[in-house]
């Protein structure tokens, strides 16, 4: 009994060591000095058998060599290494850019394992400025008492056009624009509580307003476009004359935007009776918001060059453009209607486009970099338009489930009262936390500099997720009144919206 003891006190001294050890991150050489001043002591005053103080000699000695950095990389890690590149597959230039996008954010700190918990704390909370509290309380909340989901959905398969009006006369296209193009220059934060304010009332609203705010012409012109560029297009944007949209996703590229086959071939052509250097683009482009009214098409195509006319290379990679759509080739397909939430949104297609060079995003300089600046920007659209969507939606559900819980009664009792719903709105409420929480830290540190397209896309996959758990919850609680479709019904179109955020910008199924 007595030599059972001492074994159990060795034992724990061991492994409370080695936690000790790792939990404090002590470096391998010092780490194995203790172990060998251990073990020594172990086989000198331990009560260990010749066999078992051996086999922990040689386990001690296998690990003190590979703890020799030199040989460990020379004898295991080298050869490890090739192995398993080896088992890997290659890495194109397209995916290599995408994972280079971006800056490294807080998200650095929490990856290395050892997070400085202080840096995160420390910085600013994101706040208004005077101009974003007063749009908040003015054109957004009248804008919210404006809109009438049934009447949109059910009436006109549209937003009316008194509401069209509204939305362009007060800029809400127009929100990440500077004030010298006429625009509101709001900060992402407040574009954020925007839509997700807007959200809370009607989807069809906020998609069509978080796009021209995402991704879209007026983020790559900000960021890439030459000054011509945007003197050209951004007042237009600003007051609404111009309508953009961005075409990206096509039949045979969805969740992998890299395999795009529509193409620009550079070429000479006729251009305002002059021949000039352009590009003939041929497209087929479907899910495109806001394409059946855009006048202004952004255009991801991959670029070729066979005659060399702009350079050495044949192939540029895929590029960004921007090409009005009054042009001869340019077409509009059949309307979408995605769960029948009626945003505009359709197909657009291209046959021998010609346009010139300068029609690409930054100018020929620019050709072949079209992903990066799609990747880097796309962190914007993932980070702030559908998380604070969902966010908005959320806090719609949480307030309209805590009143209509006190209200209805069964059993004599307000069914706020019965456990199981009890727990789906401890759950409506906590999820809704979370995703306001991780909206507003996301997008001050957009406001901050960073493009956190890592957090990005972790964000948009937790927050349209939690979402769609939020409106299943919302349903649940709500019953017969949720499921019964009506002008009175609050609920049943955010219900059906759910879907759309979990697999737009990357479907949540494959972003994982």
């Not at 974003?132 to 404006?146: D, S, V």
Request: aromatic share 10%.
């Amino acid at each position: 009994m007595f030599s059972l003891t001492i074994g159990l006190l060795w034992f724990l001294l061991f492994t409370g060591g080695s936690i000790f050890l790792i939990y404090n991150r002590i470096n391998l050489l010092k780490s194995t000095f203790l172990f060998f001043a251990a073990l020594l002591s172990y086989t000198a005053y331990g009560n260990g058998s010749l066999f078992l103080n051996t086999l922990l000699w040689l386990v001690f000695i296998f690990l003190a060599l590979i703890n020799i950095t030199p040989l460990r990389k020379e004898r295991i890690t080298r050869k490890a290494l090739v192995s398993y590149k080896n088992m890997l597959p290659t890495m194109s230039n397209t995916e290599r850019e995408a994972l280079e996008a971006g800056s490294v954010w807080w998200d650095g700190e929490l990856f290395s394992g050892i997070p400085n918990w202080e840096k995160l704390l420390s910085m600013p909370a994101p706040v208004f400025s005077s101009e974003e509290k007063i749009f908040l309380q003015g054109p957004c909340e009248e804008l919210c008492r404006m809109l009438d989901d049934w009447d949109i959905s059910h009436q006109r398969g549209d937003m009316s056009p008194e509401i069209w009006e509204y939305i362009k006369k007060h800029k809400f296209f127009a929100m990440i624009i500077p004030k010298e193009y006429g625009g509101l220059e709001f900060s992402s934060y407040a574009n954020a509580m925007v839509i997700a304010k807007i959200a809370s009332r009607s989807p069809v609203a906020s998609s069509t307003i978080g796009v021209p705010n995402s991704l879209g012409p007026a983020e790559l012109l900000l960021n890439y476009g030459t000054d011509n560029q945007k003197n050209r297009y951004l007042p237009g944007l600003a007051s609404g004359d111009e309508i953009p949209c961005f075409a990206l996703t096509s039949p045979q590229a969805g969740s992998d935007a890299s395999a795009i086959i529509d193409h620009g071939v550079v070429c000479k052509g006729q251009w305002n009776n002059e021949e000039i250097i352009g590009i003939r683009l041929n497209w087929d482009k479907r899910y495109i918001t806001l394409a059946p009214i855009a006048t202004v098409l952004g255009l991801a195509f991959k670029l070729y060059d066979p005659k060399h006319l702009i350079g050495d290379k044949d192939e540029y990679g895929i590029t960004a453009a921007l090409v009005p759509t009054n042009i001869k080739g340019v077409s509009i397909g059949r309307r979408h209607y995605p769960m029948n939430i009626p945003f505009q949104n359709g197909p657009t297609y291209g046959k021998n486009v010609f346009v010139p060079l300068d029609y690409i995003i930054g100018g020929q300089k620019m050709a072949g970099k079209g992903w990066k600046m799609l990747v880097e920007l796309l962190s914007v659209g993932r980070a702030i338009t559908l998380p604070a969507s969902a966010s908005g939606g959320g806090q719609a559900g949480a307030y309209a489930s805590g009143a209509y819980t006190q209200l209805r009664r069964q059993f004599n009792l307000p069914i706020s009262k019965f456990d199981g719903v009890g727990e789906a709105l401890a759950r409506i409420t906590g999820y809704t936390y979370i995703m306001n929480a991780a909206v507003s830290v996301t997008s001050g540190a957009i406001d901050n500099g960073e493009k956190p397209a890592v957090p990005a896309a972790i964000l948009k996959y937790h927050c349209t997720e939690l979402g769609r758990k939020v409106a299943n919850d919302v349903m649940d609680v709500h019953g017969g009144k949720g499921i019964m479709m009506g002008p009175k019904n609050y609920i049943g179109r955010s219900f059906m919206a759910a879907p759309i955020a979990i697999t737009v910008e990357g479907a949540n199924i494959l972003t994982r």
